[in-house]
């Protein structure tokens, strides 16, 4: 009888934390507050700062974003190692965090950030030296294309800045870490 491996560390424990910070109800501790809310005298929001991309606001939200990250973060996490994925979900957690807190008047909670850098990520993994892969392309013009369109427009109570943001992290790392 095969045995059950857990085959990507990173991607599988980032998802069990964050079924854990949905079954506790974790949102409101760990949402990043908005513009004008950060207070630097408050360890707490350095926390959230990280932890954000962790809690959901509630099962669709989570089973949402985890529906990527299940499927991409194995692959991905394989190609670079889990080392690096582990940095990649970090440094996108931060870099949405920021993001919202220096342009966003609403409050940041959700793994969205991460879902975009690892969508960027996989349409990167062709990249050879000198050339840009047209699947990249075509991605970035959909999916943040998408996003810029409905920041525009929409008022929907979705971050389409921490997708932005996040696709970003992807393309600088799909780009920087050429394995």
């Known amino acids: 009888m095969p045995r ?3 085959n990507a560390p990173s991607v ?5 934390l964050a079924i854990v ?13 908005g513009r004008g809310n950060f207070s630097f005298t408050r360890p707490m929001d350095y926390f ?6 962790l809690g959901h606001a509630g099962w669709p939200h989570l089973l949402g974003n985890l529906t990527f990250i299940l499927l991409l973060g194995p692959i991905l996490e394989e190609r670079y190692g889990t080392g690096e994925i582990t940095f990649m979900i970090f440094a996108t957690a931060l870099a949405t965090g920021f993001a919202n807190i220096l342009l966003s008047p609403n409050h940041l909670v959700g793994a969205s950030g991460v879902v975009f850098m690892l969508i960027i990520l996989a349409s990167i993994v062709d990249f050879r030296k000198g050339t840009i892969p047209l699947s990249f392309l075509l991605i970035a013009l959909i999916f943040i294309g998408k996003e810029v369109s409905d920041a525009l427009s929409k008022d929907d109570n979705v971050s389409q800045l921490a997708h932005i943001v996040g696709g970003l992290v992807g393309a600088f790392f799909g780009f920087r870490l050429k394995k």
Do not use: D, G, Q
């Open 48 to 53: 959230r700062l990280f932890t954000h991309v």
């Open 4 to 6: 059950i491996h857990y």
């Open 12 to 16: 599988l424990t980032f998802s069990l």
């Open 21 to 33: 910070f949905c079954l506790i109800n974790a949102e409101v501790w760990c949402a990043v507050p």
